[in-house]
């Protein structure tokens, strides 16, 4: 099959990533100059697509820094955060699967570490000793970076994705704090942490009580703009021999707010139903199409919701601003203006709101308009 115009789900590979320029390049040069750095942003705005894109970048431009990815989405505790952690080290440094097992050898000796490869070649990594062992003393895989960059006279870039799931760990606190003495002594080594959930994060990053407090640049990453968007579906179309107009390009990232991961799956769906020429009935066809595909989850996500949080989204969605009014406290049956803060940190806290000004941005642009079509209607 040939491949697809526009993809979504994944990272973005470089034919399908764009703008971003002044972020790679300030990300670019933190990496050069290891620099930590924080990034954050609401899911599937991007950050993924572009740590991977600048770590691409440097390995290709630069043989002396490795870069390594790491992922925690999944990761519930300390010690699968280890493991990862000491495996993606060793991985990214290493060019060959013997090369890692060696280098597990040398510079995790005392965890007695095993590697083992699965049949997607997949490499998975198991210490010989016991977990109270690992966590008295995880010096080793904490500083493994540190200590394979010294080793090798590299650099080395360690990049930890879904960061924001260290909250969740069991005595989050106080790993915090165990990561934050040991990484504050690498010279070698630059930390790329970013994730979802501004306000944990930046109560992360930015409490003056927290561990994390001053660790690096911190960026909050932006939408893409409608301009930026109109531009690139534009190229693309054209790129695969068919047509839609600026102002139709525009109008399709206008309709998804501009969301990198629905602008380009508004723009493979419209791709799909274009024979030749784009229209202005085949985008809102797709959008239909997109929102009909999807209600069943927005129907399981309502479910979950209180009936004051359901009506305060419906306060959001009629452009109401002022919730504390009597009035509207009223109208919406949203109680006391107490309760209102719950409402609102609960929403934050699932990621179906965010506050980063004055204004109540519903996140998930094709659940606003379910919303407001169906559900509310
Ligand atoms: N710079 C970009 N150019 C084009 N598409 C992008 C870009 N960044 C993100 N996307 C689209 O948005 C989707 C979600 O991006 P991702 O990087 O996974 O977001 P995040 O890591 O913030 O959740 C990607 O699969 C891709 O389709
Ligand atoms: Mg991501």
């Known amino acids: 099959m040939k491949k697809l115009p526009f993809?979504?789900?994944?990272?973005?590979?470089?034919?399908?990533?764009?703008?971003?320029?002044?972020?790679s390049a300030r990300l670019e040069m933190n990496f050069n100059s290891l620099i930590n750095t924080t990034i954050i942003s609401p899911r599937r705005w991007g950050k993924t697509s572009l740590v991977e894109s600048v770590a691409e970048k440097i390995r290709t431009e630069n043989k002396n820094i490795k870069v390594c990815l790491l992922d925690i989405f999944n990761v519930r505790s300390e010690m699968e955060f280890y493991e990862q952690f000491a495996k993606e080290a060793l991985k990214g440094t290493s060019s060959r699967w013997e090369e890692m097992a060696e280098n597990a050898k040398k510079f995790l000796s005392h965890l007695l570490p095993k590697i083992s490869f699965s049949p997607d070649s997949q490499a998975e990594i198991s210490f010989g000793v016991s977990w109270e062992t690992i966590q008295k003393n995880p010096d080793e895989i904490l500083n493994l970076?540190?200590?394979?960059?010294?080793?090798?006279?590299?650099?080395?870039i360690v990049c930890i994705d879904e960061f924001q799931s260290i909250g969740d760990f069991p005595e989050s606190l106080a790993f915090q704090r165990k990561l934050r003495s040991h990484w504050q002594h690498h010279h070698n080594v630059g930390y790329c942490l970013y994730g979802s959930k501004r306000t944990m994060l930046l109560d992360i990053f930015s409490n003056s009580s927290m561990p994390f407090y001053k660790f690096g640049d911190i960026m909050f990453l932006q939408k893409i703009s409608n301009q930026k968007w109109g531009?690139?579906?534009?190229?693309?179309?054209?790129?695969t021999n068919k047509k839609i107009s600026i102002e139709q390009a525009e109008y399709l990232?206008?309709?998804?707010d501009n969301h990198s991961y629905y602008v380009q799956?508004?723009?493979q769906q419209s791709w799909l139903r274009t024979k030749t020429s784009c229209s202005k009935s085949i985008i809102d066809e797709s959008l239909q199409g997109i929102k009909n595909?999807?209600?069943?989850?927005?129907?399981?996500?309502?479910?979950t919701m209180t009936a004051t949080q359901l009506n305060f989204l419906k306060a959001v969605i009629d452009g109401e601003t002022a919730f504390t009014s009597q009035e509207n406290l009223k109208k919406y049956r949203l109680g006391s203006s107490a309760n209102l803060k719950k409402i609102k940190n609960a929403l934050i806290s699932r990621e179906i709101i965010d506050i980063p000004t004055q204004k109540v941005d519903i996140l998930d642009p094709i659940f606003k308009l379910w919303l407001q079509e169906e559900f509310f209607k």
């Not at 993809?7 to 972020?23: A, H, L, P, Q």
């Not at 990232?253 to 998804?256: G, K, Y």
């Not at 209600?295 to 399981?300: E, H, N, V």
Request: aromatic share 8%; hydrophobic share 40%.
């Open 265 to 267: 799956q508004l723009a």
């Open 231 to 239: 531009e690139f579906i534009k190229k693309r179309f054209e790129d």
């Open 7 to 23: 993809i979504f789900g994944k990272s973005s590979d470089s034919v399908n990533f764009t703008d971003r320029e002044e972020e």
């Open 293 to 303: 595909q999807l209600s069943l989850l927005f129907i399981g996500q309502v479910e």
């Open 145 to 156: 970076p540190e200590t394979i960059a010294k080793a090798k006279k590299i650099s080395v």
């Open 253 to 256: 990232a206008e309709l998804v």
